[in-house]
């Protein structure tokens, strides 16, 4: 691979919806500059960036992947991301390592639940973006509905600077309404245009929309504006700078129009690229982590800079080892340096560079300023880190992600696989940002948790082929609390006689409620000495180890305070482990009285759907004991808002997902607890007790 310099290197993601064509497009741009011998279809399982063997059986992007595309004299490094919504934390990731992105969008199915939601994104990160209509030569695909789906979404900035020459299989080509030319294609071809008139049917339209693109691109340059008004139109030369500029500067979106797997119009994207899109250098700076209120500091893009490098994504390969992907954001990168770890305080030498096409590693001897690379078996390294230059530290800004949406209880099939589970899961980890391996204090489940029942159906099937190890997942355990409605007043007593010192603790204590997260309160109104003051931290210790192991169905006890208010001892017999029973017997009595519930954890819920699912949604949230919060409408969607409880969301992923075809999403995080209905509890308790078996009452 041929070195560049950051003025010849452009870096886009292809962002969007699930199985809006990114994959196939990259796949027709590769076989258009030559990087593939021939078209490379999903449906083959051949792809250049979707060559995981998760990624090849269920015919869908999971990870983020980069391919190197040399056309004319410019280096394009492509990011091939994921559109499932469970796996869009990978097209977040690779943001902050390009200049700009390409959305792509199905000509048939027009603006998607995840085209808005990473337009949002790439919103938060200023990134210039163009949009391509893919599928143009799918049945029902049409120009006129995608272009209001899109300016209904994101506004009137976003217009076409293409017209596509026929429709569905009649579909031939494009008109570049700059230059005013067409470019017609055979289907299935080489990807290379045959520059021509424009068609005597498409002339009028062609010629309005080109003067719209003139007054818009006018629009945001006083220059070109006075230049408008002069002459009633503006020179080509001077359009292609004020798009490039408008571009940059997030003033349009430019719509292109193509077909992946007809390989048709890919040539005029990649030369829309390379005229148009920003260049790996005119970011100009990039600005560090904040550090308090200081302003962050910025570094240059520049190769005259210190070296600094951004590592955005991480693979564990089961042969090569890991495999970092980095941003060189200043400076020169040489094979054999080696760099700081400013975020773990280690050096690191970056032995064999290279630029990554799919899972094949293209050598080069040096990365500028600008340009994006991979190296293997760095020892300390993990995604989010920053490397470069000792005398010259600098952080770049991670990214940070919501919690996972769903968890499993994980447990190895045999003990061979019980010795292999932690490794596989950490190495996993290390390439899955959103992927979390625990164990949960209270039930002692090791637990996995995800963006969705999907995201941990492929970690389980990695686990499997990759680390041959076997798991078997079950429902998480609800965390379910116990708490008290009513107030007791009791007595424990403990006394035991076995020949010499006997064992004696008398105590009288109140239960009374708190309120929600107030967890527990102690409060000692012993006096007169009835019980002496060492032995008084052994009765609320006794209180709180019999509020950790349940009442009712083995769950904590919360939210309540006891007031320990008097007692007796013996000289002889007392001592801190008869006051500990003493006060364990005491809670168990006051449970009895103080009216014992279950308290379950409830969940805000945030669900976007298309408006047409919005009845169904509402209906299925009630059904699971919801409350809705409220309705929002945006572009299409309905976004709508709810309370819910835990235990009837373990599954809402999957559920969601077949009740949209795949078009809606969720996300959800705990807010609170609350009374678990009468009817409910009977079954729950009834269960724990199953599983534990009923608690063995304490002898008095």
């Given at each position: 691979?041929?070195?560049?310099?950051?003025?010849?290197?452009?870096?886009?993601?292809?962002?969007?919806?699930?199985?809006?064509?990114?994959?196939?497009?990259?796949?027709?741009?590769?076989?258009?500059?030559?990087?593939?011998?021939?078209?490379?279809?999903?449906?083959?399982?051949?792809?250049?960036?979707?060559?995981?063997?998760?990624?090849?059986?269920?015919?869908?992007?999971?990870?983020?992947?980069?391919?190197?595309?040399?056309?004319?004299?410019?280096?394009?490094?492509?990011?091939?991301?994921?559109?499932?919504?469970?796996?869009?934390?990978?097209?977040?990731?690779?943001?902050?390592?390009?200049?700009?992105?390409?959305?792509?969008?199905?000509?048939?199915?027009?603006?998607?639940?995840?085209?808005?939601?990473?337009?949002?994104?790439?919103?938060?990160?200023?990134?210039?973006?163009?949009?391509?209509?893919?599928?143009?030569?799918?049945?029902?695909?049409?120009?006129?509905?995608?272009?209001?789906?899109?300016?209904?979404?994101?506004?009137?900035?976003?217009?076409?600077?293409?017209?596509?020459?026929?429709?569905?299989?009649?579909?031939?080509?494009?008109?570049?309404?700059?230059?005013?030319?067409?470019?017609?294609?055979?289907?299935?071809?080489?990807?290379?245009?045959?520059?021509?008139?424009?068609?005597?049917?498409?002339?009028?339209?062609?010629?309005?929309?080109?003067?719209?693109?003139?007054?818009?691109?006018?629009?945001?340059?006083?220059?070109?504006?006075?230049?408008?008004?002069?002459?009633?139109?503006?020179?080509?030369?001077?359009?292609?700078?004020?798009?490039?500029?408008?571009?940059?500067?997030?003033?349009?979106?430019?719509?292109?129009?193509?077909?992946?797997?007809?390989?048709?119009?890919?040539?005029?994207?990649?030369?829309?690229?390379?005229?148009?899109?920003?260049?790996?250098?005119?970011?100009?700076?990039?600005?560090?982590?904040?550090?308090?209120?200081?302003?962050?500091?910025?570094?240059?893009?520049?190769?005259?800079?210190?070296?600094?490098?951004?590592?955005?994504?991480?693979?564990?390969?089961?042969?090569?080892?890991?495999?970092?992907?980095?941003?060189?954001?200043?400076?020169?990168?040489?094979?054999?340096?080696?760099?700081?770890?400013?975020?773990?305080?280690?050096?690191?030498?970056?032995?064999?560079?290279?630029?990554?096409?799919?899972?094949?590693a293209l050598p080069v001897t040096e990365l500028h300023a600008g340009d994006i690379g991979a190296v293997a078996?760095?020892?300390?390294?993990?995604?989010?880190?920053?490397?470069?230059?000792?005398?010259?530290?600098?952080?770049?800004?991670?990214?940070?992600?919501?919690?996972?949406?769903?968890?499993?209880?994980?447990?190895?099939?045999?003990?061979?696989?019980?010795?292999?589970?932690?490794?596989?899961?950490?190495?996993?980890?290390?390439?899955?940002?959103?992927?979390?391996?625990?164990?949960?204090?209270?039930?002692?489940?090791f637990l996995i948790a995800g963006t969705g029942q999907q995201h941990i159906e492929v970690v389980v099937s990695?686990?499997?082929?990759?680390?041959?190890?076997?798991?078997?997942?079950?429902?998480?355990?609800?965390?379910?609390?116990?708490?008290?409605?009513?107030?007791?007043?009791?007595?424990?007593?403990?006394?035991?006689?076995?020949?010499?010192?006997?064992?004696?603790?008398?105590?009288?204590?109140?239960?009374?409620?708190?309120?929600?997260?107030?967890?527990?309160?102690?409060?000692?109104?012993?006096?007169?000495?009835?019980?002496?003051?060492?032995?008084?931290?052994?009765?609320?210790?006794?209180?709180?180890?019999?509020?950790?192991?349940?009442?009712?169905?083995?769950?904590?006890?919360?939210?309540?305070?006891?007031?320990?208010?008097?007692?007796?001892?013996?000289?002889?017999?007392?001592?801190?482990?008869?006051?500990?029973?003493?006060?364990?017997?005491?809670?168990?009595?006051?449970?009895?009285?103080?009216?014992?519930?279950?308290?379950?954890?409830?969940?805000?819920?945030?669900?976007t759907i298309p408006d047409e699912f919005a009845g169904a949604i509402m209906g299925d949230l009630n059904s699971?004991?919801?409350?809705?919060?409220?309705?929002?409408?945006?572009?299409?969607?309905?976004?709508?808002?709810?309370?819910?409880?835990?235990?009837?969301?373990?599954?809402?992923?999957?559920?969601?997902?077949?009740?949209?075809?795949?078009?809606?999403?969720?996300?959800?995080?705990?807010?609170?607890?609350?009374?678990?209905?009468?009817?409910?509890?009977?079954?729950?308790?009834?269960?724990?007790?199953?599983?534990?078996?009923?608690?063995?009452?304490?002898?008095?």
């Amino acid at each position: 691979m041929k070195t560049y310099e950051g003025a010849n290197i452009r870096n886009v993601a292809l962002v969007g919806h699930s199985h809006s064509g990114k994959t196939s497009l990259a796949s027709a741009m590769l076989s258009t500059a030559g990087a593939t011998q021939r078209l490379l279809r999903v449906d083959e399982g051949n792809t250049v960036t979707d060559y995981d063997e998760e990624e090849v059986s269920r015919g869908m992007s999971i990870a983020a992947a980069t391919a190197v595309i040399e056309w004319g004299k410019t280096k394009v490094n492509l990011i091939d991301t994921p559109g499932f919504n469970m796996f869009i934390h990978e097209a977040e990731m690779a943001l902050p390592a390009v200049d700009s992105a390409i959305v792509v969008v199905d000509a048939v199915s027009g603006v998607e639940v995840v085209t808005e939601r990473i337009w949002h994104y790439a919103d938060r990160f200023a990134l210039p973006r163009a949009v391509v209509c893919t599928r143009m030569d799918r049945e029902r695909a049409d120009f006129t509905r995608v272009m209001e789906s899109l300016t209904s979404a994101f506004g009137r900035t976003v217009v076409p600077v293409q017209l596509p020459i026929g429709a569905e299989k009649s579909f031939a080509g494009v008109v570049d309404l700059v230059k005013m030319q067409a470019y017609t294609y055979e289907m299935g071809g080489n990807g290379k245009a045959k520059i021509g008139p424009i068609p005597v049917n498409t002339e009028e339209e062609a010629k309005a929309a080109h003067e719209r693109l003139v007054e818009l691109v006018a629009e945001g340059d006083d220059k070109l504006m006075e230049e408008f008004f002069e002459s009633g139109t503006i020179g080509e030369e001077h359009i292609i700078a004020g798009l490039h500029n408008a571009i940059r500067e997030d003033k349009i979106f430019p719509v292109l129009f193509a077909s992946g797997l007809g390989n048709m119009g890919t040539d005029e994207v990649l030369d829309f690229i390379v005229d148009y899109l920003p260049t790996a250098v005119e970011r100009a700076t990039v600005k560090a982590a904040a550090v308090g209120d200081a302003e962050p500091a910025v570094r240059k893009v520049s190769d005259a800079e210190p070296v600094s490098i951004y590592v955005f994504k991480t693979i564990s390969d089961p042969f090569a080892g890991r495999i970092s992907f980095f941003k060189v954001f200043s400076g020169v990168l040489k094979n054999d340096a080696t760099l700081q770890n400013y975020t773990r305080s280690t050096a690191e030498k970056f032995a064999h560079l290279s630029a990554m096409q799919g899972k094949t590693a293209l050598p080069v001897t040096e990365l500028h300023a600008g340009d994006i690379g991979a190296v293997a078996k760095l020892k300390d390294t993990l995604t989010g880190d920053t490397l470069g230059d000792k005398a010259a530290p600098i952080q770049y800004p991670q990214i940070t992600f919501a919690e996972p949406a769903i968890t499993f209880a994980i447990e190895p099939k045999t003990r061979a696989d019980e010795d292999k589970l932690s490794n596989g899961i950490h190495k996993l980890m290390e390439e899955d940002a959103m992927l979390r391996f625990f164990r949960d204090p209270q039930t002692k489940e090791f637990l996995i948790a995800g963006t969705g029942q999907q995201h941990i159906e492929v970690v389980v099937s990695k686990l499997k082929n990759r680390y041959h190890t076997e798991v078997n997942l079950k429902a998480p355990k609800v965390p379910y609390r116990e708490t008290i409605r009513g107030r007791a007043d009791v007595q424990g007593r403990h006394k035991k006689q076995s020949g010499g010192h006997g064992q004696f603790g008398d105590c009288k204590i109140k239960m009374e409620p708190l309120q929600r997260g107030g967890h527990f309160e102690f409060v000692n109104e012993i006096f007169g000495g009835a019980i002496p003051k060492n032995y008084i931290p052994a009765v609320e210790k006794g209180i709180v180890e019999a509020a950790e192991r349940g009442f009712l169905a083995g769950y904590p006890v919360v939210d309540f305070k006891v007031v320990l208010y008097d007692g007796s001892y013996h000289d002889v017999d007392s001592n801190e482990l008869s006051f500990k029973t003493a006060g364990r017997i005491a809670f168990k009595k006051a449970m009895e009285q103080a009216k014992p519930a279950l308290l379950e954890p409830i969940m805000n819920v945030e669900i976007t759907i298309p408006d047409e699912f919005a009845g169904a949604i509402m209906g299925d949230l009630n059904s699971r004991r919801g409350r809705i919060q409220g309705m929002d409408n945006k572009a299409g969607k309905t976004i709508v808002k709810a309370e819910v409880p835990m235990a009837e969301m373990l599954s809402y992923g999957t559920d969601l997902t077949s009740m949209t075809q795949g078009r809606g999403s969720f996300s959800m995080e705990m807010d609170h607890y609350d009374f678990v209905p009468a009817a409910n509890q009977e079954k729950i308790i009834a269960a724990a007790k199953a599983e534990r078996g009923e608690v063995v009452e304490e002898e008095e």
